[in-house]
């Protein structure tokens, strides 16, 4: 079932301000699974700080980054966790982004036990004034699910908390999406054949703009053809069209100047050409320039080459 | 080693309720009880507080398997805890007993606290109610709407602790409450979350939870079409209810079609709603009629409950809102005057709707073009005055365009008004069809573009290497 979590207000202090959500990047979800798979032979879980940033704005908690805390576990009810570790690695962090604060800590098993008390506890205190939260990830499912604690009884003993659940999301930033998909796309390509990573390799020189601009475009030209083909399908009668798609697209379409009078049909085809023409008559003008712009820098280096020579 | 390693997590504190998680290392009930007690005492007056804390401290007493643990006993009991839990039953009996009674000693009373104390006052309850009753037990959903009523009963605003720490404590008893737990039970203490809310004003704060209700009543078996359907439309109609009585008119509005056109009503479409959906579908129209930003009718018709709503008449008027016009609704409004003021709906005011519908038809004919003021007055039924200067057309046109049913561009000059985009009335395979050939077209011209592009990458690639090449040539030549 799904918890609820309400939005409650902003409170001036700290320590009580709620959390409404909590926002996870990519990166700090792998390098958790990354750390998982990395463990010791006789451990089944493993811990580890969560670094990130607190909004004010709207009492979410972004995880933007993760490291791994070693622990050792002695029998039956006893466990060390390395706190020196955490500390040391801390201090490199924050030397290298000091906006990225504790904010929590995640642990690789989706049931908490009676440590995890005793561990919120010392990541409450790293992460003061603030509340800190707890990031649980099943390595099997890969499901993640966060919570917040809350005392139990009227004067709070440490070992005596309530773990409730709060909404908890991945979310991709526009600056991290060319990263992951170069990433995803070598996982992809591992189950192909060598032939997929030439291609990859053909990539990597990450690229001037016309090429990102090429990208791009293909990529528009794909979810078109999905589109149209929902479309047609609609239009011919085949399956059922939901209204508010369709409300949606011809919004859409109107927005793009070559597809925007769609009345003066015979008129269209030759503004559309107007349009490509011009588009293509400036890109022409771009490359000479570039050309020349080059030709010139090849002169110059050649000349001054040269001049060394004589 | 695995297995003990494995063993170093494993331990009889932790439960998992709902979806929340309780820890408690080595709880004594006795303590727990005091704890509880105390604050509870607070509300109570002065003269009395003595010895009800004491009442209950011995109950408590008398009730705890060893009453007095010296540290090594303490550890013996950790290790045997699942038995002696599962073995004493009496004792678990006396517990019971001890929390029935302080339950209905704090019914109707105004608990006071800081909201830290609260916080944790409510989550010892919780925790207690939730250890010793089974979800299945019969005391238990009295239990905890007992507990309920008591996190939310206050007498003023301004009191201690906050609104926002109860909201919090109930929205925990919510998450925690046991898979098993019935769903009229979770029902109950969400409506209850959200009518105490609303009654405060707070809409915001439950937005989330009036956002996921009704995946929730789906979830717990009261979606249309299936026994707990009238529960399910009560619930709804009294979340409406307090959102219309605090104008929420926008929020209540959603709600209802996200009720009525969830997907199990939709596939019962055959099936004559009920009468409690039929009188959601009259509030649906009326609400969808009254607000000023609601324009969009014809996505109404894919509902099914809408064609039959507990007054026919509305039906019939939200027909003439779809394809009818002025005059149509003239008479209407004529013979129907009681209807429209039953729903409290401005005869004025819907045929503004109407007539800027009507405007949105005629432009959305001539997307691209030019429509002239004397068409717009015509299609308008307006009688301008001789030195008017087409002031009213204009009036009309930016109501519509601030409506967002069309945009566009007037000119003065001209008398006249450029289309850009307007809203189609009803969305027909026609306008499919037109939506296919505009794709069409984008397509077309992005292939060209495509072209240029992937032309303009391959000349750009090839020159560019010639100048690394020519560069680091000119290197080596230094070098040597």
Same mark, same amino acid.
């Given at each position: 079932m799904s918890s609820l979590t309400l939005a409650l207000p902003s409170t001036s202090l700290a320590s009580t301000r709620p959390v409404s959500a909590v926002v996870v990047s990519p990166l700090p979800l792998a390098a958790i699974l990354d750390h998982h798979l990395r463990r010791g032979n006789d451990q089944d879980r493993v811990f580890g700080t969560l670094l990130g940033v607190r909004s004010e704005a709207d009492n979410t908690v972004q995880v933007r980054n993760a490291f791994g805390v070693p622990y050792q576990a002695q029998g039956r009810g006893e466990v060390t966790v390395d706190m020196d570790h955490h500390k040391s690695l801390l201090d490199l962090h924050l030397k290298i982004?000091?906006?990225?604060?504790?904010?929590g800590w995640y642990a690789t098993s989706p049931q908490l036990n009676s440590f995890s008390a005793l561990i919120h506890n010392f990541y409450t205190a790293e992460s003061s004034p603030s509340p800190a939260i707890h990031l649980t990830l099943d390595p099997t499912t890969l499901a993640f699910t966060a919570y917040t604690a809350s005392p139990i009884g009227t004067s709070p003993r440490p070992d005596h908390l309530a773990f409730i659940p709060v909404d908890s999301i991945m979310r991709l930033h526009e600056q991290e999406r060319a990263g992951i998909d170069l990433l995803t796309s070598n996982l992809t390509s591992l189950s192909n054949s060598a032939a997929a990573s030439k291609e990859l390799g053909a990539d990597l020189p990450v690229s001037t703009p016309l090429a990102t601009m090429y990208r791009l475009l293909t990529k528009v030209s794909v979810m078109l053809d999905q589109v149209l083909e929902y479309v047609r399908a609609v239009a011919a009668g085949e399956r059922e069209g939901d209204e508010r798609v369709g409300r949606a697209l011809l919004e859409t379409v109107g927005v793009v100047p070559t597809a925007?009078?769609?009345?003066?049909a015979q008129k269209k085809g030759t503004e559309t050409k107007g349009f490509e023409e011009e588009f293509n008559a400036h890109l022409a003008d771009v490359l000479m320039v570039s050309y020349l712009a080059n030709l010139v820098k090849t002169q110059t280096e050649l000349s001054s080459r040269l001049n060394l020579l004589v | 080693m695995s297995v003990e390693q494995q063993g170093a997590f494993e331990d009889s504190y932790t439960q998992p309720y709902g979806s929340a998680y309780f820890i408690s290392v080595d709880p004594i009930f006795e303590e727990q009880i005091t704890e509880a007690v105390s604050l509870i005492a607070r509300s109570r007056p002065e003269n009395v507080r003595v010895s009800y804390i004491s009442q209950f401290a011995a109950a408590a007493k008398a009730a705890s398997p060893t009453p007095a643990l010296d540290s090594e006993e303490q550890d013996d009991q950790v290790q045997e805890k699942k038995e002696i839990e599962e073995d004493s039953d009496e004792t678990k009996q006396a517990k019971r007993k001890v929390i029935r009674d302080l339950l209905s000693s704090i019914k109707g009373l105004r608990l006071e606290g800081t909201d830290k104390e609260f916080e944790g006052f409510a989550n010892l309850l919780l925790s207690l109610i939730l250890s010793l009753f089974?979800?299945?037990?019969?005391d238990f959903p009295t239990l905890i709407l007992i507990l309920s009523d008591a996190l939310l009963f206050s007498a003023d605003r301004t009191a201690n602790p906050t609104l926002s720490s109860r909201y919090a404590s109930l929205a925990i008893l919510f998450n925690s409450l &046991? =898979?098993?737990?019935?769903p009229s039970l979770r029902l109950t203490v969400l409506l209850k979350l959200i009518t105490y809310a609303s009654t405060n004003d707070d809409f915001t704060v439950i937005a989330p939870a009036l956002a996921r209700l009704e995946s929730w009543l789906l979830e717990w078996g009261f979606g249309p079409g299936t026994p707990g359907e009238e529960e399910g439309n009560a619930a709804v109609a009294s979340v409406v209810n307090s959102l219309v009585n605090k104008s929420k008119f926008v929020e209540a509005r959603e709600l209802l079609i996200a009720h009525l056109s969830s997907p199990s009503a939709v596939e019962g479409k055959a099936a004559t709603p009920s009468a409690s959906a039929a009188k959601l579908a009259s509030q649906l129209i009326t609400l969808s009629l009254s607000l &000023? =930003?609601?324009?969009?009718?014809?996505?109404?018709?894919?509902?099914?409950s809408v064609s039959t709503p507990s007054t026919p008449r509305l039906a019939q008027l939200l027909t003439i809102f779809q394809n009818g016009d002025v005059a149509a609704f003239e008479q209407f409004a004529k013979s129907n005057a009681a209807v429209l003021d039953e729903h409290k709906l401005v005869a004025e005011q819907l045929e503004t709707k109407l007539k800027l519908l009507a405007l949105a038809e005629l432009c959305s004919k001539k997307v691209g073009e030019t429509v002239s003021y004397e068409e717009i007055a015509e299609a308008l039924k307006l009688k301008a005055?001789?030195?008017?200067?087409?002031e009213e057309v204009e009036t009309w046109v930016i109501d519509a365009i601030r409506a967002s049913l069309i945009s566009g561009r007037l000119s003065q000059s001209l008398a006249s008004l450029h289309v850009t985009r307007a809203a189609p009335r009803s969305f027909t395979t026609e306008h499919w069809t037109q939506l296919a050939s505009r794709l069409q077209g984008w397509r077309q011209s992005l292939d060209a573009i495509l072209d240029s592009v992937a032309k303009g990458v391959n000349v750009g690639g090839g020159e560019g290497v010639g100048a690394v090449e020519v560069s680091q040539e000119g290197a080596k030549e230094e070098s040597a």
């Amino acid at each position: 079932m799904s918890s609820l979590t309400l939005a409650l207000p902003s409170t001036s202090l700290a320590s009580t301000r709620p959390v409404s959500a909590v926002v996870v990047s990519p990166l700090p979800l792998a390098a958790i699974l990354d750390h998982h798979l990395r463990r010791g032979n006789d451990q089944d879980r493993v811990f580890g700080t969560l670094l990130g940033v607190r909004s004010e704005a709207d009492n979410t908690v972004q995880v933007r980054n993760a490291f791994g805390v070693p622990y050792q576990a002695q029998g039956r009810g006893e466990v060390t966790v390395d706190m020196d570790h955490h500390k040391s690695l801390l201090d490199l962090h924050l030397k290298i982004n000091p906006n990225e604060v504790v904010v929590g800590w995640y642990a690789t098993s989706p049931q908490l036990n009676s440590f995890s008390a005793l561990i919120h506890n010392f990541y409450t205190a790293e992460s003061s004034p603030s509340p800190a939260i707890h990031l649980t990830l099943d390595p099997t499912t890969l499901a993640f699910t966060a919570y917040t604690a809350s005392p139990i009884g009227t004067s709070p003993r440490p070992d005596h908390l309530a773990f409730i659940p709060v909404d908890s999301i991945m979310r991709l930033h526009e600056q991290e999406r060319a990263g992951i998909d170069l990433l995803t796309s070598n996982l992809t390509s591992l189950s192909n054949s060598a032939a997929a990573s030439k291609e990859l390799g053909a990539d990597l020189p990450v690229s001037t703009p016309l090429a990102t601009m090429y990208r791009l475009l293909t990529k528009v030209s794909v979810m078109l053809d999905q589109v149209l083909e929902y479309v047609r399908a609609v239009a011919a009668g085949e399956r059922e069209g939901d209204e508010r798609v369709g409300r949606a697209l011809l919004e859409t379409v109107g927005v793009v100047p070559t597809a925007s009078q769609p009345q003066q049909a015979q008129k269209k085809g030759t503004e559309t050409k107007g349009f490509e023409e011009e588009f293509n008559a400036h890109l022409a003008d771009v490359l000479m320039v570039s050309y020349l712009a080059n030709l010139v820098k090849t002169q110059t280096e050649l000349s001054s080459r040269l001049n060394l020579l004589v | 080693m695995s297995v003990e390693q494995q063993g170093a997590f494993e331990d009889s504190y932790t439960q998992p309720y709902g979806s929340a998680y309780f820890i408690s290392v080595d709880p004594i009930f006795e303590e727990q009880i005091t704890e509880a007690v105390s604050l509870i005492a607070r509300s109570r007056p002065e003269n009395v507080r003595v010895s009800y804390i004491s009442q209950f401290a011995a109950a408590a007493k008398a009730a705890s398997p060893t009453p007095a643990l010296d540290s090594e006993e303490q550890d013996d009991q950790v290790q045997e805890k699942k038995e002696i839990e599962e073995d004493s039953d009496e004792t678990k009996q006396a517990k019971r007993k001890v929390i029935r009674d302080l339950l209905s000693s704090i019914k109707g009373l105004r608990l006071e606290g800081t909201d830290k104390e609260f916080e944790g006052f409510a989550n010892l309850l919780l925790s207690l109610i939730l250890s010793l009753f089974p979800s299945t037990d019969v005391d238990f959903p009295t239990l905890i709407l007992i507990l309920s009523d008591a996190l939310l009963f206050s007498a003023d605003r301004t009191a201690n602790p906050t609104l926002s720490s109860r909201y919090a404590s109930l929205a925990i008893l919510f998450n925690s409450l &046991p =898979t098993t737990a019935s769903p009229s039970l979770r029902l109950t203490v969400l409506l209850k979350l959200i009518t105490y809310a609303s009654t405060n004003d707070d809409f915001t704060v439950i937005a989330p939870a009036l956002a996921r209700l009704e995946s929730w009543l789906l979830e717990w078996g009261f979606g249309p079409g299936t026994p707990g359907e009238e529960e399910g439309n009560a619930a709804v109609a009294s979340v409406v209810n307090s959102l219309v009585n605090k104008s929420k008119f926008v929020e209540a509005r959603e709600l209802l079609i996200a009720h009525l056109s969830s997907p199990s009503a939709v596939e019962g479409k055959a099936a004559t709603p009920s009468a409690s959906a039929a009188k959601l579908a009259s509030q649906l129209i009326t609400l969808s009629l009254s607000l &000023p =930003t609601i324009y969009d009718f014809s996505a109404l018709s894919t509902i099914p409950s809408v064609s039959t709503p507990s007054t026919p008449r509305l039906a019939q008027l939200l027909t003439i809102f779809q394809n009818g016009d002025v005059a149509a609704f003239e008479q209407f409004a004529k013979s129907n005057a009681a209807v429209l003021d039953e729903h409290k709906l401005v005869a004025e005011q819907l045929e503004t709707k109407l007539k800027l519908l009507a405007l949105a038809e005629l432009c959305s004919k001539k997307v691209g073009e030019t429509v002239s003021y004397e068409e717009i007055a015509e299609a308008l039924k307006l009688k301008a005055g001789a030195n008017d200067d087409g002031e009213e057309v204009e009036t009309w046109v930016i109501d519509a365009i601030r409506a967002s049913l069309i945009s566009g561009r007037l000119s003065q000059s001209l008398a006249s008004l450029h289309v850009t985009r307007a809203a189609p009335r009803s969305f027909t395979t026609e306008h499919w069809t037109q939506l296919a050939s505009r794709l069409q077209g984008w397509r077309q011209s992005l292939d060209a573009i495509l072209d240029s592009v992937a032309k303009g990458v391959n000349v750009g690639g090839g020159e560019g290497v010639g100048a690394v090449e020519v560069s680091q040539e000119g290197a080596k030549e230094e070098s040597a």
